[in-house]
């Protein structure tokens, strides 16, 4: 029987994979899929729109046609670069699709601060702006208009996905209304009324997020399906609804607030009601979802008591609430909501 042969090309890959990360996210943060948009460029034009020197040029395009960002014809002079099909649609800024929000902050933020990861477990202390005395994130972004309209675009583009799915996948027909908690710019409450006829969505969220909600729900011409309500979950009672709704707000907190959050969500629901969690659920053997682990590290990175976990972590919260049972509905990617009856 031949002997299996082992290799250290997963070790490898894996560990100068910042390589890579690099590469893609500095194209995102120059816009050079954008200016793609319009046509394919020389390498020539590309440098002069990008202001870059000739040294690295073609092998930072080239490196990103290996990886299956660019397309290419011709070689180095002669070259003429587009996009590929998935950046074409998710890295174009024009593009409701556009994802590239997230690699912008991980580019501007978090690339950075995971260079402390190692302090963080041994200290269990967040890694970004707070440790220099900055503010936190949310604190920053809802304090700065622009900057919470860019974030809240990047996580509608980021999430649009999983709500799409979720709208056509959960079985809405014992069920009228729907609250969304932390609704952001109001895009999973769209969905569930797009693809849903007879439901009524609420979209909660603090403030400062409600004039952005409503552009986006007027936008849609669902505002006749849509309202949006102002609140702070953490210090308020939930709305009343048939389904409560909470996209990527488990993670950011501690144990305690965990169960706090589920508790106002049993309480704002009636019998029969569905509480339903969406994140990226790791697996309940905590083995198969390294995108769920490693986002439970940005957790520790990010927060001071935030973690990601899995569905057997959240049956058993939910359970010493007062819900009858859990299931776990698997949605895009890494990603799955988890789903409570009262």
């Not at 890959?13 to 460029?41: C, D, P, R, Y």
């Not at 702006?129 to 990047?154: Q, V």
């Not at 969304?180 to 999973?188: E, K, M, R, S, T």
């Amino acid at each position: 029987m031949k002997e299996k042969q082992v290799s250290p090309s997963n070790i490898m890959q894996i560990g100068m994979g910042f390589w890579a990360s690099k590469t893609l996210l500095t194209a995102v943060n120059m816009n050079l899929f954008t200016h793609l948009i319009k046509g394919e460029l020389s390498g020539q034009d590309i440098k002069t729109k990008l202001d870059l020197h000739e040294r690295g040029l073609y092998d930072f395009l080239d490196t990103l046609v290996a990886l299956g960002f660019l397309k290419r014809s011709g070689l180095k002079e002669t070259s003429m670069y587009s996009n590929s099909e998935d950046t074409d649609l998710f890295l174009d800024k024009n593009k409701p699709s556009y994802v590239g929000g997230m690699l912008e902050m991980c580019n501007n933020r978090l690339y950075a601060f995971w260079n402390d990861f190692e302090e963080g477990l041994k200290t269990g202390l967040p890694q970004n702006e707070t440790k220099t005395g900055g503010k936190p994130l949310f604190e920053e972004l809802y304090a700065n208009e622009e900057k919470l309209r860019e974030f809240l675009k990047a996580m509608g583009g980021l999430q649009m996905g999983n709500f799409m799915a979720f709208a056509n996948k959960f079985d809405f027909s014992s069920y009228t209304t729907l609250c969304d908690i932390g609704g952001a710019g109001g895009y999973l409450a769209a969905q569930v009324a797009m693809n849903n006829a007879h439901m009524k969505c609420i979209s909660f969220d603090l403030p400062p997020v409600e004039p952005v909600a409503t552009e986006n729900i007027n936008m849609l011409e669902l505002s006749d399906k849509v309202s949006i309500q102002s609140g702070d979950f953490l210090k308020e009672d939930l709305p009343k609804a048939d389904i409560i709704t909470m996209g990527n707000i488990l993670h950011d907190w501690g144990i305690e607030d965990k169960k706090m959050l589920i508790k106002k969500g049993y309480d704002a629901l009636p019998q029969g009601g569905s509480l339903v969690v969406i994140e990226n659920i790791i697996d309940d053997n905590r083995s198969e979802n390294a995108f769920g682990l490693m986002m439970s590290l940005n957790m520790l990175i990010e927060t001071p008591e935030g973690f990601d976990f899995s569905a057997a972590d959240f049956d058993g919260w939910a359970k010493e609430i007062g819900f009858t049972q859990t299931s776990k509905m698997p949605l895009t990617g890494p990603s799955s909501a988890v789903i409570a009856i009262k």
